[in-house]
């Protein structure tokens, strides 16, 4: 089993960071161009793979979890299938079955012509973002920091100080390497990407010092987002060339909105509900009362006689639709609240009241009905 951070003389969980800087040093000790031990070759074959991994982040997340069986788990996400990581080989799958070799895929598709190496656009980049209610509702800008990896400045992406670049020495600039296996059926070729030159062909005269060679960086990078009216938990806002970047291109930005719960509002769709107590009084008589919208106070007729629970429409108060100007409604539940404690002045007109009624009348009747006569 294959312990990739001891190849790079870390410890299990290092950071982006530790791994680029780890990786620096490494690459420029065991380059075969320039190092002089007898098993530079090979050491550096294990630290280019053992970088390769480690530092994608959702391929060290793999590895992290399920060790050498990450390449299992390579194309899922959170968001579910993702173009990174489903770049599969079909010369490595057939390589499981030939013991390691395979036969020229190439061959089959135009004769002895190079196949193109597969681009490297860089993955997408997922940042979770929380906001208001009123934030959600109205429409908002908000600046949202994150790190994502991007292209070196000082080399241009190249991985080359000052961007001079010379034949790569192991695939003489094909961009591939062949490999041959005699079996008992004959030999067999096989072709896979050169890990050295990562398929262009040619390699850094003297590495990048700022990137260690790799084209690219990990920096903080800052931009302003508009957000929408009507926005809602679990929609996303996509910001192209955002991600992490590639040697040949970035990936995209991905910004899952979260909205936070209100004191007195409670959203289904575009439409808004809350609750508002009356008294007594103002149910039994009527009232126009004040109630609370999302652009500011509104009057509510409450006709005489309405009981607790009962639910008012106020048309187009509710939150714009995202993809019209259209808006949703407003729904008022009013309670009507009993008084608890009552002065003596309260209490008189409560049992003048209670003279007028007919509700314990009616309550007894229904009683007689039910029971018959004692």
């Known amino acids: 089993m294959s312990d990739y951070y001891s190849t790079l003389g870390l410890k299990k969980g290092a950071s982006i960071d530790e791994i680029k800087k780890a990786y620096k040093q490494l690459a420029k000790k065991y380059h075969p161009d320039v190092s002089t031990d007898p098993n530079a070759e090979k ?30 788990f390579e194309g899922f996400n959170q968001q579910g299938f993702g173009h990174a990581g489903m770049d599969f080989d079909f010369e490595d799958i057939f390589s499981q079955f030939t013991g390691g070799g395979g036969f020229d895929f190439s061959d089959i598709f135009g004769g002895s012509q190079r196949r193109s190496s597969r681009k490297d656009l860089g993955i997408n980049l997922k940042y979770n973002l929380s906001i208001t209610f ?29 961007k001079k670049m ?6 003489n600039g094909k961009g591939r390497i062949i490999k041959q296996q005699r079996t008992p059926f004959g030999i067999f070729q096989s072709q896979s990407t050169c890990p050295y030159c990562k398929g262009s062909g040619q390699v850094a005269e003297e590495v990048c010092e700022d990137c260690g060679g790799d084209g690219l960086i990990t920096k903080k990078e800052k931009i302003n987002l508009k957000i929408p009216a009507g926005i809602n938990t679990g929609n996303h806002l996509r910001v192209e060339g955002k991600g992490h970047a590639g040697r040949d291109g970035s990936g995209d930005l991905y910004v899952v909105i979260f909205v936070e719960n209100h004191e007195i509002f409670k959203r289904d769709d575009y439409d808004i509900y809350t609750e508002i ?22 009057d509510l007729k409450v006709p005489a006689g309405t009981q607790t629970g009962t639910i008012f429409r106020l048309k187009s108060k509710g ?39 007919e509700s314990a009348k009616k309550r007894k009747g229904l009683f007689e009905k039910i029971f018959g006569s004692f």
């Open 166 to 171: 010379k034949t790569c020495s192991t695939c």
């Open 277 to 298: 107590p009356i008294s007594f009084t103002e149910s039994a008589l009527g009232a126009k009362i004040e109630v609370p919208t999302l652009s500011g106070k509104a």
């Open 43 to 72: 050491k550096f074959k294990e630290i280019v793979e053992a970088y390769q991994i480690l530092s994608d982040p959702e391929k060290k997340e793999n590895y992290d979890n399920y060790g050498d069986s990450y390449k299992n």
């Open 319 to 357: 939150i714009k639709n995202l993809n019209s100007n259209n808006f949703g409604d407003e729904y008022v539940k009013v309670i009507v609240e009993t008084p608890k404690k009552l002065s003596k002045k309260q209490k008189e007109l409560f049992n003048s009241l209670a003279k007028e009624e």
């Open 134 to 162: 009123e934030e959600a509702a109205n429409g908002t800008e908000k600046e949202i920091s994150f790190e994502r990896i991007s292209r070196c400045k000082s080399c241009e992406g190249t991985g080359a100080k000052n």
